[in-house]
């Protein structure tokens, strides 16, 4: 069997699979006033480990069933996109979180600490959010004292991505795709024959606009206020992430309330909710672009893909470009335990972090 833990800000995810399919999964909510205690996210470990081990004894698992437990990856050194073994140097910077403080850190810490109970169970992580394949090029950022880099949903497109290729009898590496990864961030990638050749910096800084995120804002205006005096550092990257998009503009990062709202005629909703469309068509152009107009598909995923209407106004603007696939929502859980699969299954090598 395989367990798949997937930490996040205010909750961890556990899933059990058997060789076919899930047959367990339970969210442990972790309330403020319990996270409050630990200065830094890597002080939460031996509590969340704690919390795992319990759900899992309560669902009457022994950890001797898993031959690999996976986890979401943290902020680690880019990456090329694949599986990795977790090994001391990976533990160490995220412990340190020398690349950047993120829940998700916590994963493969926890997956390793459950293998050592394990004789002969392997812990991995896959396709973390650093998986950087940017083409040279796609580095340039207009001036040598800056450099494109990524942080996106890889997970999530990536696992999209072979499914479509798998829905239409074509290996993924043989195929040109634009990928739209629709949520609470956004992320717009350029998939050319299996390598992610260009895709917005979707955590903090780069894109469309989202119902959390500010995505590319004007430089001169963002340099303004960063001297104004007016703001810490810390006000203008909440700024970037947390405190823009929907949030900044409408009070709320619901994204159904707000199509809800702009349906029943609110012209501020309305035109917010337009703009956040506009600008995810623009990304996507973009994509069209760098893979030279010879996309073969254009796939639109996440939680805000659920909503058909929005979905629809976006087509309007992107369906001349290659045919458009819909694929709403994630299932981060199902794509790391089909990656642990085809490792267990040598299908797949994992790869080493260094």
Request: charged share 20%.
């Amino acid at each position: 069997m395989i367990l798949v833990i997937n930490p996040g800000s205010t909750s961890t995810k556990i899933a059990v699979f058997s060789e076919k399919e899930r047959v367990f999964s339970d969210t442990i909510r972790h309330d403020t006033q319990d996270l409050n205690p630990f200065p830094e996210i890597s002080d939460q470990y031996a509590f969340r480990l704690k919390l795992v081990l319990s759900c899992l004894q309560k669902a009457g698992y022994s950890l001797n069933v898993f031959s690999a437990v996976i986890a979401r990856g943290g902020m680690l050194r880019p990456l090329p996109s694949g599986v990795y073994e977790v090994n001391e140097a990976m533990k160490e910077d995220l412990r340190s979180a020398v690349y950047g403080e993120h829940a998700s850190n916590l994963g493969a810490l926890i997956a390793d600490e459950i293998v050592r109970m394990v004789p002969g169970a392997k812990a991995f992580i896959a396709d973390p959010i650093v998986v950087d394949e940017l083409q040279d090029i796609a580095r340039i950022a207009g001036h040598p004292s800056f450099e494109r880099k990524t942080t996106f949903h890889a997970l999530n497109q990536k696992s999209v991505a072979r499914t479509y290729a798998r829905s239409v009898g074509r290996p993924y590496e043989e195929l040109n795709l634009i990928v739209a990864h629709l949520g609470g961030g956004i992320s717009v990638g350029a998939h050319r024959l299996g390598s992610v050749v260009d895709v917005n910096q979707a955590l903090n800084g780069e894109g469309p606009f989202s119902p959390e995120r500010s995505g590319t804002l004007p430089a001169n205006q963002l340099v303004s206020m960063c001297f104004s005096g007016k703001y810490s550092q810390n006000d203008m990257m909440k700024m970037l992430a947390g405190s823009g998009g929907y949030l900044a503009y409408l009070g709320t990062t619901d994204a159904q309330v707000v199509e809800k709202k702009a349906t029943e005629g609110d012209v501020k909703f309305k035109m917010i909710r337009d703009a956040m469309i506009y600008q995810i068509a623009k990304e996507i152009g973009s994509c069209a672009v760098v893979l030279k107009g010879k996309a073969d598909a254009i796939l639109i995923t996440g939680g805000i893909a659920y909503n058909t209407t929005l979905v629809n106004d976006l087509k309007e603007y992107i369906s001349f470009l290659a045919p458009v696939v819909v694929y709403p929502g994630e299932d981060e859980m199902e794509a790391l335990a089909m990656n642990a699969r085809l490792v267990l299954e040598k299908s797949l090598t994992p790869l080493t972090y260094i």
